[in-house]
């Protein structure tokens, strides 16, 4: 079964490592480059970490598969030289369209992200779609990070992302929305992934104002911002009906609405609407009336208007557009936004929600 394992996982890197070479004009020899598949950026004391993980591809071994990547990284006391050292360390030409996630330690993220978006701007084969996360895990254990069906970190954090984006669970950004967000002068948030026991997950949001991260995001208060940024989204919550018992509720969004417009005194309105509709399971042979079905969709209904509101009210309190909804008005004024100060705009809104549930799924009423 071991040996299996390793062939199989040799067979998915050539598969890959093929991929990008013939997508690439010009390209360098394999043997004469240094594949990375994810590259992170830390604050190390008054340092600079710059590093990534860089893919085992010449020894066609057995070890290949119990090492998939290996860990490079480098600092200085700026990022431009750190950048440099990185280079020189590295055993052949640092290639850069292979990378699946870009981690930015927390501290870093702190002290601003302006220069790494710079220095990643001046990197000839960089991915604009690649996704980007915040961590506090140590730079190493992401990198040589290894799931049962990934290459290596870059690759799971990638596949975490993109399998809750397929249950409409979560949101992601990737490296172009953060250059749009900063070219629009409005904030963004990124996943945080962590490390726990062992096992790499999603640990909230990481909110931005420009260049710099302002505060954290739980991920259970995430739920209100993947409502107003996704464009569907499914969150799961527990329902209590006296005389039946306790279990699982999952809401799906199936039509969103959001305004944004200047009311009769000047200031900022956003007035946003959901609907959405419940899909239940209730345990054993129990039968819910039509009284308790109709107390379940608005206790449901009252906790997901408190999570888009709770999230809305965190933007005016920083006066931080990361919510997007800068776009919403500019479908009708976007030249009249230019010539406003967003974030005084977005700290003295009027917010206005309303949340209703529509059909209710695999149930019976009695």
């Known amino acids: 079964m071991k040996r299996k394992n390793k062939v199989v996982c040799l067979s998915l890197c050539i598969a890959f490592f093929s991929c990008f070479l013939c997508s690439c004009t010009g390209y360098t020899e394999i043997e004469n480059m240094d594949i990375l598949t994810s590259h992170f950026v830390y604050k190390n004391g008054d340092k600079i970490q710059l590093g990534g993980g860089i893919a085992n591809v010449r020894s066609l071994s057995d070890s290949m598969a119990d090492k998939p990547v290996s860990y490079i990284s480098a600092q200085a006391d700026s990022l431009y030289e750190a950048s440099k050292k990185l280079a020189l360390s590295a ?19 702190d002290s601003g992200v302006g220069e790494f978006l710079d220095y990643l701007n001046t990197l000839p084969d960089h991915r604009a779609n690649v996704s980007v996360f915040t961590s506090s895990a140590p730079a190493r254990d992401i990198v040589e990070y290894k799931a049962v069906n990934d290459f290596s970190g870059g690759f799971a ?30 904030g963004f948030a990124l996943p945080d992934i962590e490390i726990a026991d062992g096992v790499m997950g999603v640990n909230g949001y990481s909110v931005f104002d420009g260049e710099k991260k302002i505060f954290h995001i739980d991920a259970l208060s995430g739920a209100g ?12 919550y527990m329902a209590v009906v006296p005389d039946v018992g306790e ?67 965190i ?29 005084k705009m977005i700290s003295e809104m009027n917010i206005s929600t309303n949340v209703s549930i529509d059909k209710v799924k695999n149930k019976a009423l009695r």
């Open 157 to 186: 954090a990638e596949s975490i992302v993109s399998t809750l984006q397929s249950q409409n669970a979560m949101i992601n950004c990737s490296l172009s929305k953060i250059l749009e967000a900063k070219l629009q002068g409005v």
């Open 225 to 236: 911002l993947n409502y107003i940024l996704s464009k569907k989204a499914r969150e799961g």
């Open 247 to 313: 279990f699982e509720v999952y809401c799906e969004m199936v039509k969103k609405d959001i305004d944004v417009f200047e009311g009769a005194d000047g200031r900022l309105c956003t007035d946003i609407s959901f609907v959405f509709d419940i899909v239940m399971s209730v345990p054993g042979d129990e039968y819910l009336t039509h009284e308790q079905t109709q107390q379940i969709k608005r206790n449901v209904s009252d906790i997901i208007n408190k999570q888009i509101n709770d999230i809305l009210n």
């Open 91 to 109: 055993d052949h030409k640092l290639f850069y369209g292979g990378i699946r996630a870009l981690v930015i330690g927390n501290e870093y993220a």
């Open 315 to 343: 933007a005016k309190e920083q006066g931080c557009d990361f919510l997007e909804l800068y776009k919403a008005y500019q479908t009708k004024k976007r030249a009249r936004f230019y010539k406003l100060d967003w974030k």
